[in-house]
């Protein structure tokens, strides 16, 4: 679980984690491509969307905060250098190997299953850049290669926030606002560490009276859910979509739904197949969360 400076945890940072991952495999299950789309289902669909669109600005927000919740009033090279070598564990080995992982499988849908898979990428799958850089190759990712350029510039975040305080994040809210195609992590991310760096005893008295209780490793199954749904549900939309054919409104909900669920299931069992057999990999798998 989440912990402050003493070490008390945040079960309701799990438990909206949770809530954050839900919403994302939601998110993804979206039915495109398909013929016969009723407005019903359209407008449905465009309502699910809107809801699920602060799911990864709220992830960038609560990673900002617990980078920085225990920052010093001085952090000196030694906090971020820890913190940089930390990152290399709990997120940059993680992602190369879920994005190792979701190349393999495409190289096999490729070679045995095009149908099943094809159609995403082109031909960047070969190229090695994109497979772990500017795409990546699972495509969900872009939140994690984006998270880990935001702890490499952790400290000029800090300088930052320390200096220009809450002036500063509105400055950034309105670059985020105006300019199209500005990175999420200028803002949320940033917002997490202002909330941490110049708001941390009122955030963690806060959090402290909030009481609720989050699932076993809810930390764990979100990341490992995070990192390793896409493949399957892109897969899933297009077996469910070829033997379904929904057309009408209640046929088009129930592949949605099912195309989640599916995800949720084979991605969770296998989650706890591996914790059970191979914990340490799956440790290192989720970065060491277990």
Known sequence: MSKNQ?????????????????????????????????????????GMMLITEVCVPLFFVLSGFLYFRNVPKNPGVDFFWGKTRS???????????ANTVAFVCYWLAHRFAPGMISGFFGDNWRNPIYIFCTGPINMSLWFIRDLIIACLVAPLI??????????????????????????FYNLWFTLGAWAAVC???????????????APLHAAAWCFFVYLYHYIPIISLKKLLGAAF???????????????AILTLGLVTGLFFLLKKFFPRLTGILVGGKL
């Open 6 to 46: 003493t070490g008390q945890r945040y079960p309701f940072i799990d438990l909206l984690k949770v809530i954050l991952t839900l919403g994302i495999v939601f998110r993804h299950a979206e039915l495109v491509g398909l013929e016969g789309r009723s407005e019903t289902f359209d407008l449905l669909s465009r």
């Open 245 to 259: 054919n929904p057309t009408g409104t209640l046929a088009l909900i129930g592949t949605y739904l099912l195309t």
């Open 158 to 183: 800090w300088i930052f926030v320390r200096y220009t305080r809450i002036w500063g994040v509105l400055a950034l809210a309105a670059v985020w606002f105006f300019v199209a195609g500005s990175p």
């Open 87 to 97: 990152r290399i564990f709990s997120l940059l080995i993680p992602y190369l190997i």
């Open 199 to 213: 708001q941390g005893e009122n955030a963690d008295r806060l959090l402290s009276k909030i009481h609720c209780r």
